[in-house]
């Protein structure tokens, strides 16, 4: 069973920033696409950001020019890196593994293995 060990969220305030981290066995983090997912309450789970084996990266509207998702391969880590925290990104924050050879350029349709979800809360 693939593992991802995700780190801990925190409470912080508007405008403030904070780190994800997510660990991947290295035989899935080397060929595959990697992501967060949020999923607020009442809400739907959504994509906040991905990136690819070979770095190409994709983001929400809703947090473009505010995170930052990058790999680290040396650590089979993902990262997520979050500025200017709005109350609207408070959610539990969820990794994700693509399960399927990516070719370094490809985004998975869905995301076959997951992390235990991370609460995030940003305070107004």
């Known amino acids: 069973q693939v593992q991802l060990v995700e780190s801990r969220g925190g409470l912080v305030q508007a405008g403030g920033s904070l780190r994800l981290s997510c660990a991947a066995p290295?035989?899935?983090?080397?060929?595959?696409?990697m992501a967060w997912y949020r999923q607020a309450p009442g809400k739907e789970r959504e994509l906040v950001a991905a990136?690819?084996?070979?770095?190409?990266?994709k983001y929400a509207d809703s947090v473009k020019g505010r995170f930052t998702i990058s790999r680290d391969s040396a650590k089979n880590t993902v990262f997520l890196r979050m500025n200017g925290l709005v109350p609207e990104d408070t959610a539990v924050y969820y990794c994700a593994a693509g399960g399927r050879f990516d070719y370094g350029w490809q985004f998975p349709a869905k995301y076959d293995y997951w992390g235990q979800g991370t609460q995030v809360t940003v305070s107004s």
């Open positions: 990136i690819t084996s070979g770095g190409i990266t």
């Open positions: 290295g035989s899935i983090f080397r060929i595959n696409a």
